[in-house]
């Protein structure tokens, strides 16, 4: 834990917080450790009132929300908010929050700036949301490249992509990170089980690659009869991936729980993890996975190469190929104590190179360098 004889440093964290996907889960990371500092104090704001409302303020952490699509009167409140308490930093998490804290620093003397960036951009099947989305994007990216003081990217790929955009003036890497004290590793060995579970955990939209993982698990239903596949999420392709499931006619083995706030609980039942995205910046769920000692096969996207050793603490396939995820997750399930292998290692690479603990220590002293600019 950090200390030092400087005065405390306020910083204020500003989330979109409609849901609880990445961003939420590395704010709620962050915010949990530098709490702990006796020099940092926390407070936080969020767009929307999701479930990391309830997180934060079961932390103790003062928490106000914001006005939903009003960005106008968001600026207004964050203005306001920052000279009442005096804030030093507005750490922003996410794009929305990024407009609006960036836009709101534009009125504030002597604020420093930090937005982290945790993907590529997204594109939507709707015109009308896409022109929105892009033109916030314009936005977005000038505010990062000429006004904020320092952007973090979650990992190596993503900075090298981005930075031709947002410039590399005080562009940092910094891997997320989790605490891995409450991720037990499971008890119940692979070698002696009879039914397997294979489960995967995320937003149920094209870049994840839910059609992917539903097409390998057709091809080893066809030859094996214990085995589910766990499919938890929500999202905009819900319905047309339960369809496809049900014309199949595997509901009964392809299951969809929903978004389920207990969705590490049932990691932990999980006896192999997936992770079928076409692209991903450092994904908390592979995190989380990995720390509960799970055997995990992910396609060689993003910054997944940076967390996973391919054979070592892991297995890595292309994306967009159902195939060679069919033949990894069954060669996988051949060999009970190459997967055990895996599990220890994974849950040893998480403990060892991706704690909140390390992730905080790089974020603090990145706040030490720009309050003392």
């Given at each position: 834990?950090?200390?030092?004889?400087?005065?405390?440093?306020?910083?204020?964290?500003?989330?979109?917080?409609?849901?609880?996907?990445?961003?939420?889960?590395?704010?709620?990371?962050?915010?949990?450790?530098?709490?702990?500092?006796?020099?940092?104090?926390?407070?936080?704001?969020?767009?929307?009132?999701?479930?990391?409302?309830?997180?934060?303020?079961?932390?103790?952490?003062?928490?106000?929300?914001?006005?939903?699509?009003?960005?106008?009167?968001?600026?207004?409140?964050?203005?306001?908010?920052?000279k009442k308490a005096k804030?030093?930093?507005?750490?922003?998490?996410?794009?929305?929050?990024?407009?609006?804290?960036?836009?709101?620093?534009?009125?504030?003397?002597?604020?420093?700036?930090?937005?982290?960036?945790?993907?590529?951009?997204?594109?939507?099947?709707?015109?009308?949301?896409?022109?929105?989305?892009?033109?916030?994007?314009?936005?977005?990216?000038?505010?990062?490249?000429?006004?904020?003081?320092?952007?973090?990217?979650?990992?190596?790929?993503?900075?090298?992509?981005i930075t031709h955009i947002?410039?590399?003036?005080?562009?940092?890497?910094?891997?997320?990170?989790?605490?891995?004290?409450?991720?037990?590793?499971?008890?119940?060995?692979?070698?002696?089980?009879?039914?397997?579970?294979?489960?995967?955990?995320?937003?149920?939209?094209?870049?994840?690659?839910?059609?992917?993982?539903?097409?390998?698990?057709?091809?080893?239903?066809?030859?094996?009869?214990?085995?589910?596949?766990?499919?938890?999420?929500?999202?905009?392709?819900?319905?047309?991936?339960?369809?496809?499931?049900?014309?199949?006619?595997?509901?009964?083995?392809?299951?969809?729980?929903?978004?389920?706030?207990?969705?590490?609980?049932?990691?932990?039942?999980?006896?192999?993890?997936?992770?079928?995205?076409?692209?991903?910046?450092?994904?908390y769920v592979l995190l989380?996975?990995?720390?509960?000692?799970?055997?995990?096969?992910?396609?060689?996207?993003?910054?997944?190469?940076?967390?996973?050793?391919?054979?070592?603490?892991?297995?890595?396939?292309?994306?967009?190929?159902?195939?060679?995820?069919?033949?990894?997750?069954?060669?996988?399930?051949?060999?009970?104590?190459?997967?055990?292998?895996?599990?220890?290692?994974?849950?040893?690479?998480?403990?060892?190179?991706?704690?909140?603990?390390?992730?905080?220590?790089?974020?603090?002293?990145?706040?030490?360098?720009?309050?003392?600019?």
């Open positions: 834990m950090a200390m030092t004889n400087q005065k405390q440093i306020k910083v204020l964290y500003l989330l979109q917080g409609a849901g609880f996907a990445g961003a939420e889960s590395y704010a709620l990371s962050l915010i949990g450790e530098l709490s702990k500092y006796k020099d940092v104090k926390c407070f936080a704001a969020t767009c929307y009132s999701g479930p990391l409302v309830n997180y934060l303020v079961r932390k103790n952490v003062e928490t106000f929300l914001l006005h939903g699509k009003n960005n106008l009167k968001s600026i207004i409140s964050v203005i306001v908010f920052v804030i030093d930093i507005i750490h922003c998490v996410d794009i929305k929050s990024s407009l609006v804290g960036g836009i709101a620093s534009l009125f504030l003397r002597g604020i420093k700036t930090i937005t982290t960036v945790h993907g590529l951009p997204e594109f939507y099947p709707k015109i009308f949301r896409q022109i929105v989305y892009s033109i916030s994007l314009v936005i977005y990216y000038g505010l990062l490249r000429y006004i904020f003081d320092a952007k973090i990217c979650v990992s190596n790929d993503l900075r090298t992509r947002i410039g590399t003036k005080c562009t940092v890497v910094i891997h997320n990170g989790i605490d891995i004290a409450p991720l037990k590793a499971s008890s119940e060995s692979s070698t002696t089980k009879a039914t397997f579970t294979i489960g995967t955990v995320g937003r149920l939209e094209k870049v994840k690659g839910h059609n992917d993982l539903i097409s390998a698990a057709q091809m080893i239903l066809s030859e094996r009869d214990d085995i589910v596949f766990d499919i938890i999420g929500d999202g905009p392709l819900e319905e047309s991936l339960k369809k496809t499931v049900y014309n199949l006619g595997l509901s009964n083995k392809i299951r969809f729980l929903g978004f389920r706030p207990d969705a590490r609980k049932l990691i932990d039942k999980f006896d192999i993890f997936v992770l079928p995205s076409l692209h991903e910046g450092i994904p989380e996975a990995m720390a509960a000692g799970k055997p995990v096969v992910c396609t060689c996207v993003g910054g997944v190469p940076e967390v996973v050793t391919h054979n070592l603490d892991g297995i890595l396939v292309s994306p967009k190929d159902p195939i060679g995820l069919c033949n990894a997750l069954k060669d996988l399930l051949a060999k009970r104590d190459f997967m055990e292998m895996l599990g220890k290692n994974a849950r040893d690479t998480i403990q060892k190179r991706f704690s909140s603990t390390l992730m905080s220590e790089r974020t603090y002293s990145l706040y030490l360098d720009l309050m003392a600019c």
